[in-house]
Antibody
Framework: QLQLQESGPGLVKPSETLSLTCTVS??????????WGWIRQPPGKGLEWIGS???????YYNPSLKSRVTISVDTSKNQFSLKLSSVTAADTAVYYC?????????????????????WGQGTTVTVSS | EIVMTQSPATLSVSPGERATLSCRAS??????LAWYQQKPGQAPRLLIY???TRATGIPARFSGSGSGTEFTLTISSLQSEDFAVYYC???????????FGGGTKVEIK
């Protein structure tokens, strides 16, 4: 059974860089059928997709966060990571990692997407001095 | 950027009744829409993708419909475990973009 677990500091100072890691267990991060993503949820608010990565290192980011976000993958450790720079109080949120059922179909010459089907439990990050 | 708008913000329903949730896209997303359920303190759970295809293990009382800009999630007979917040997500221009709606809270009437 695939499981995802977020880890990282729960408190980050303003203007610093938030760093989180998602460890994948019970399966390989190197599957061709999935991307891996980060989603966040500010207190009492809705979900915001941050970005996603393929095991090869190909990334896609939310345009609103693109200038501050870096997502990377370490296939040897079955992990992927999030870095968000120059954080402010507005970045305080629960951060989730998730598996995206998606990939490129050469038969149809386009991407398919079947949703985010496995999620981590989430980790709370507070930005405060 | 495609904006997803969900209505109502809160829906009060009695157990056993039907719940109908709406999601509207600012431009056509074809059938490229998913629905998620989130209970307090938990991660979201995938319910529906492709506007109407139930994810693995999702009960048949959950159904999705619609295409283009108007979508509906229907819960045919609300169970106690269904009281939660529901989010729609469009993926019409994936990659590179994924967008969630603001959510609808289904509460006990």
């Amino acid at each position: 059974q695939l499981q995802l677990q977020e880890s990282g500091p729960g408190l980050v100072k303003p203007s610093e860089t938030l760093s989180l890691t998602c460890t994948v267990s019970g399966g390989s991060i190197s599957s061709s059928s999935y991307y891996w993503g980060w989603i966040r949820q500010p207190p009492g608010k809705g979900l915001e997709w941050i970005g996603s990565i393929y095991y090869s290192g190909s990334t896609y980011y939310n345009p609103s966060l693109k200038s501050r976000v870096t997502i990377s993958v370490d296939t040897s450790k079955n992990q992927f990571s999030l870095k968000l720079s120059s954080v402010t109080a507005a970045d305080t949120a629960v951060y989730y990692c998730a598996r995206l059922q998606t990939g490129y179909s050469y038969a149809t010459a386009k991407y398919y997407y079947y949703g985010m089907d496995v999620w981590g439990q989430g980790t709370t990050v507070t930005v405060s001095s | 950027e495609i904006v997803m708008t969900q209505s109502p913000a809160t829906l009060s329903v009695s157990p056993g009744e039907r719940a109908t949730l709406s999601c509207r896209a600012s431009q056509s997303v074809s059938s490229n829409l998913a629905w998620y359920q989130q209970k307090p303190g938990q991660a979201p759970r995938l319910l529906i993708y492709g506007a109407s295809t139930r994810a693995t293990g999702i009960p048949a009382r959950f159904s999705g419909s619609g295409s283009g800009t108007e979508f509906t999630l229907t819960i045919s007979s609300l169970q106690s475990e269904d009281f939660a917040v529901y989010y729609c997500q469009q993926y019409n221009n994936w990659p590179p973009a994924l967008t969630f709606g603001g959510g609808t809270k289904v509460e006990i009437k």
